[in-house]
């Protein structure tokens, strides 16, 4: 079977009908009769559907030739690209949720996603059957339905150039990423340019969030958003004394075995003795692993021998000392290993008020039985996020964002606890201690209450990456492999207990 060429004109002339006729119509009535306003991915799907059909005009007055054929192909991968695009971030939303209208149950941007796959498929059908590709000079004139097609093609392009100058406005103005109700009266027009001023160029949109970069921040107590802080010195320091692979980014500490868990930006992950001057345990991981992993941020004793470490983008690996592991085994795991160390789970927390956001710091609260991550804010999402994890199946347990406590005052009502970035983490008598390495400030919050209980500022910290609990005592880990030794504040409920036995 094969299709003349003036069989596929004719074809093409029912298509650019019902194309334009049907969802590029469509699309316009719906903003007249429901005011449903197009977004910006909106906007692009529909623009690659009208310039679809307008090189289907083309064919139809010219014969296909290839670069037609081309374009139409490269016009329906873009098209199928934006809808993708569009339908991913609402796909993965809970039952009933979605952006705007839907047909028949199904939301306009995923009819796109299929009108622009099926171009690509009946574009690849009629090159099947065709015949041979029209040389230059092949000009007919358009039948009455290729005429209609036109006319319908220029009324309905021309509808569509009204409702984006209604809905966008002329340049500089653009499409938003949330739109407003459409309406045809002028005083109701919402002309913004939100959507061109993003915080870096990114094909990733919104969703591409800078790496968190604690080295750039201002360890200034006396410029925090906290004023009058009590300031807590150092008492001694202590060095991590062994080789790392890269430097070191977190450290926790487990009184029960009297044993450190040091972790580097190199991937490294070290079990040391107390004196940190010996390695029991040491791999190295491998970041592209089934899983990937940006640079380690966090770790934590678990209980038992598990231990745990955390990346910046929420991915996590469990370890566990075995004196039976069989390096040939754990090959796939890790880069290099002593040998004596098994994986046993490689996964990513999933959180909700922390989405889109990195964290820098992990810590363990015993008696809950949950991990903690702390988010650090970017250009995009400014909060400061706790997120609590069940230690059974490590699934999202709950979330919050601290309050101020009394006591604790602002510097100015502009003001935020989310401009701190939390480095550092660990949990003792149902509190969190959460160091900052921006304003080198410590932040006590109480679990039960939600509430930062206490604050204080660190002066001579500089570029801290982990915190840990030895006693009554404070170890604050910095970059550099230095361990500063504080005496643990006593709070005022501590004091309470103490004064009541």
Not at 109 to 114: E, G, K, P, R
Not at 210 to 234: E, H, N, R
């Amino acid at each position: 079977m094969a299709i003349s060429e003036d069989r596929l004109r004719a074809i093409l002339s029912w298509i650019v009908i019902i194309l334009v006729g049907g969802p590029v119509t469509g699309a316009v009535l719906l903003g007249v009769i429901h005011g449903d306003s197009p977004c910006i991915l909106c906007w692009a799907q529909r623009t690659s559907m009208v310039l679809i059909a307008l090189v289907g005009l083309f064919v139809i007055r010219y014969g296909p030739r290839p670069r037609y054929l081309g374009m139409v192909i490269l016009l329906g991968a873009w098209g199928t690209f934006m809808a993708i695009r569009h339908s991913a971030l609402h796909l993965a939303r809970d039952v009933g949720q979605g952006f705007s209208a839907t047909i028949f149950g199904v939301h306009t941007y995923v009819w796109s996603w299929v009108i622009h796959f099926t171009v690509l498929v009946v574009v690849g059908v009629l090159l099947l059957f065709l015949r041979r590709v029209a040389p230059d000079g092949g000009i007919q004139e358009p039948t009455r339905a290729g005429r209609f097609a036109t006319g319908l093609f220029m009324v309905v392009v021309g509808a569509n150039a009204l409702q984006a100058f209604v809905s966008t406005g002329p340049p500089p103005y653009m499409g938003q990423g949330d739109p407003v109700r459409l309406s045809l009266d002028p005083k109701h027009w919402v002309w913004a340019m939100e959507e061109l001023q993003p915080p870096r160029i990114s094909l990733r949109g919104s969703w591409d969030i800078p790496a968190p970069d604690p080295s750039a921040v201002d360890p200034d107590p006396s410029k925090g958003p906290l004023v009058d802080l009590p300031a807590l010195s150092v008492a001694r320091w202590e060095t991590v004394d062994v080789p790392l692979e890269g430097r070191l980014s977190g450290l926790a500490f487990d009184a029960a075995s009297d044993r450190f868990l040091a972790i580097t930006d190199g991937y490294g992950v070290y079990l040391l003795d107390g004196t940190l001057s010996h390695v029991v345990h040491h791999v190295v991981l491998d970041r592209g692993f089934s899983v990937d992993l940006t640079p380690l941020a966090g770790a934590a004793f678990l209980g038992g021998d598990t231990l745990a470490v955390l990346s910046t983008n929420k991915s996590y690996a469990l370890l566990m000392p075995d004196p039976d592991a069989q390096e040939s085994r754990e090959w796939r795991h890790f880069l290099s290993t002593d040998g004596r160390m098994t994986e046993l789970r490689l996964s990513r927390f999933q959180t909700v008020r922390a989405h889109q956001m990195y964290v820098l710091s992990l810590a363990f609260d015993p008696s809950a039985r949950e991990l903690i991550t702390v988010s650090v804010p970017n250009p995009r999402h400014r909060q400061l996020v706790v997120s609590r994890f069940a230690r059974e199946d490590l699934v999202l347990a709950s979330e919050f964002q601290p309050r101020l406590g009394a006591g604790l005052a602002l510097r100015d009502p502009d003001r935020r606890l989310a401009e701190y970035v939390v480095t550092g983490a660990v949990v003792a008598d149902g509190r969190l201690y959460a160091l900052s390495a921006a304003y080198s400030t410590l932040l006590v919050i109480d679990l039960e209450t939600k509430a930062v209980q206490a604050a204080y500022a660190l002066p001579g910290i500089s570029q801290p990456v982990g915190l840990a609990v030895r006693g009554e005592e404070l170890l604050v880990a910095q970059q550099d492999g230095r361990v500063g030794v504080i005496e643990r504040p006593a709070m005022a409920s501590d004091e309470g207990s103490a004064e009541s036995s």
